[in-house]
């Protein structure tokens, strides 16, 4: 219904912009979010907020992965301290596991190895891995914490 609206205002308006799109999807948003106040199902409403700070959190972590390995490149010397990890998940559904994947092998530096058979581990190898207990800690309260929380 917001993507329905967002398309409405754009049409209304007669300009196909990115910056009027997305002006048109916080405006339906708000009205949406009017007309359902007194309905006990509030998920949409929690949701979008979510996706949009995890949006800015990934671009963050994608953007900080970049510039660590483009400097390891341009630079003569090489910094990287290569290892494999096993991550133990809290997501549990093939689908929440498979994003979870995705979103750690899209981030430079890193690469699925392999799901353990019971699904409860990941092994991942890092490519810039100084403490491995820092990086299972900052994975499980960073990415799949905010990915879990737009999922469940």
């Not at 329905?4 to 916080?26: H, K």
């Not at 509030?42 to 483009?70: D, E, G, H, S």
């Not at 092994?123 to 914490?145: A, C, W």
């Amino acid at each position: 219904m917001n993507l329905l609206l967002s398309g409405i205002w754009v049409a209304l308006t007669g300009s196909l912009y990115y910056t009027n799109f997305l002006f048109g999807f916080f405006l339906g948003f708000f009205i949406l979010w009017i007309m359902n106040r007194e309905e006990a199902d509030k998920r949409y409403f929690t949701r979008v907020p979510k996706i949009i700070m995890f949006a800015f959190y990934f671009l963050y972590q994608l953007l900080k992965a970049n510039m660590q390995v483009a400097f390891d490149v341009i630079t003569p010397r090489y910094f990287f301290k290569p290892g494999i990890v096993r991550y133990p998940m809290t997501a549990e559904t093939d689908f929440e596991i498979n994003l979870l994947s995705m979103m750690i092998s899209l981030t430079p530096g890193t690469l699925i190895i392999d799901v353990s058979d019971d699904k409860k581990a990941i092994y991942i190898h890092v490519m810039y891995l100084t403490d491995p207990e820092s990086f299972v800690k900052e994975t499980k309260t960073g990415l799949e914490r905010r990915l879990l929380e737009i999922l469940r």
